[in-house]
């Protein structure tokens, strides 16, 4: 990386810079086959934008980025998790949204802002850092110590494009007021029980 390039902790007033990444997510969404509306992209970035301002406050998200003569040429952002207990003391530390202007890669300018991240969610006390990786990503952690972690599953639970009923079980009567409350389709008898 170039004596030019200055790596920086992130501020409030660089929040419009960190969510403007559109390119970013247009490109992943796209290796995926996904096409993304502007209005989506727009939604998510107000939704992004207010969660950098509330957890920067808080001191639960902290971000980087890199200038080059006073433009911000990339950023990163890890946000710290609460964890159950176990056998690590420390919050776990979630780093995302990491991004390189594309005139800017091949620099080394994404391992400074990792490495730089790495340091400060030692010092915080983190016990794990977490990651998504990207094909184009993945050599990088790898270079840097991080290991897939297989035992991790996911469930898309707002985007399925189809409800399987034959374990549905109806909901806690605990629920967020916020969120409105959906029916819960019926289970027909040929439905197969659960296995717990």
Do not use: N
Not at 47 to 52: E, G, H, N, S
Not at 58 to 67: D, I, K, N
Not at 151 to 180: D, E, F, G, N, Y
């Amino acid at each position: 990386m170039k004596e030019e390039y200055l790596c920086r902790q992130a501020t409030t007033a660089d929040i419009p810079t960190l969510v403007s990444r559109r390119r970013m997510f247009e490109e992943i969404a796209s290796s995926r086959g996904v096409v993304c509306s502007k209005s989506r992209l727009d939604a998510f970035e107000q939704r992004y934008a207010d969660y950098l301002q509330t957890h920067m406050k808080l001191g639960t998200v902290a971000a980087w980025v890199v200038e080059d003569t006073d433009t911000i040429v990339a950023g990163g952002t890890v946000s710290f998790l609460p964890w159950p207990p176990g056998l690590g003391e420390g919050p776990a530390a979630l780093f995302h949204s990491l991004f390189t202007a594309p005139e800017c890669r091949r620099r080394a300018i994404a391992r400074r802002i990792t490495e730089t991240a790495i340091r400060f969610c030692k010092d915080a006390g983190s016990d794990w850092m977490l990651l998504g990786a990207s094909d184009v990503g993945r050599p990088l952690y790898e270079s840097l110590g991080f290991t897939p972690a297989s035992t991790m599953m996911r469930l898309p639970l707002r985007w399925q494009t189809r409800i399987v009923t034959s374990c549905l079980r109806p909901l806690s009567p605990l629920r967020l007021k916020s969120r409105p409350r959906l029916p819960t389709p019926p289970i027909t008898q040929t439905a197969k029980p659960c296995i717990a």
